[in-house]
């Protein structure tokens, strides 16, 4: 089966900073998915990424505060922009292989922690 | 608005226990069920059912689909210390790709 992998596996940062999580796929796929799982929470949808074109959002999220980029079939990033505490949370990419399984399977995850 | 209810929301049991835990879905143009294992960061994915009344099984686990009463259920037999996690279930919609998850129940599994 395809690996995802994700960097970094976690981090602490300060306030008001941004971080850029990367999501590498070692196969080409369709559609990649960046999720967030606040403490305690249940996975939330924060976007869609498809490759050449803009990522789709959810209610709730918007660009200027996760900018994603989607460069090829086979990586993206996920930036959260000007920290505050409450985006401490895992940061999970997947990917759905449409053409096999209909089915995403999820990376490692990123824990950030903001200070 | 869509939305996946699990139950109970944590349990904890002796290993060699039979368990099974629950998730009731109301997701607009429903595609499938999906369940997932999360024992640190990343869900794994277990089952992906479609089609009402047809158990799927992988080992001590399994799982079906009610599509009438929108209900799914999780069974795990002669539970083990390893079995301990948050088993996630998501309904996916047809068109746009997205899951929506329910919180997850919290099994613990005492040796």
């Known amino acids: 089966s395809a690996v995802i992998s994700q960097k970094p596996s976690r981090d602490i940062c300060q306030r008001g900073t941004s971080l850029t999580i990367q999501c590498q796929v070692d196969s080409q796929v369709t559609m990649m998915f960046w999720y967030r799982q606040q403490p305690g929470q249940s996975l939330t949808l924060i976007a869609t990424a498809n490759q050449g074109s803009e990522a789709t959002y959810e209610s709730g999220f918007v660009i200027d505060k996760f900018p994603i980029s989607r460069p090829n079939l086979t990586f993206s990033t996920l930036t959260v922009s000007n920290m505050s505490p409450e985006d401490s949370s895992i940061y999970l990419c997947s990917v759905d292989w449409s053409s096999r399984s209909d089915t995403q399977y999820f990376g490692p995850g990123t824990r950030l922690t903001v200070l | ?111």
């Open chain 2, 1 to 111: 608005e869509d939305k996946v209810v699990q139950s109970p929301l944590s349990l904890v049991v002796h290993e060699g226990d039979t368990v099974t835990l629950n998730c009731s879905y109301e997701v607009t143009n429903f595609r499938s069920l999906l369940w997932y294992k999360q024992e640190k960061k990343a869900p794994t994915f277990l089952f992906m059912l479609t089609s009402s009344g047809i158990e799927k099984k992988s080992g001590r686990l399994s799982s079906i689909l009610d599509k009438k009463e929108l209900f799914s259920i999780l069974n795990i037999t002669a539970t083990q210390t390893g079995d301990s996690a948050v088993y996630l279930c998501a309904g996916a919609t047809s068109g746009t790709y997205k899951y929506i998850f329910g919180t997850g129940t919290r099994l613990k599994v005492l040796a």
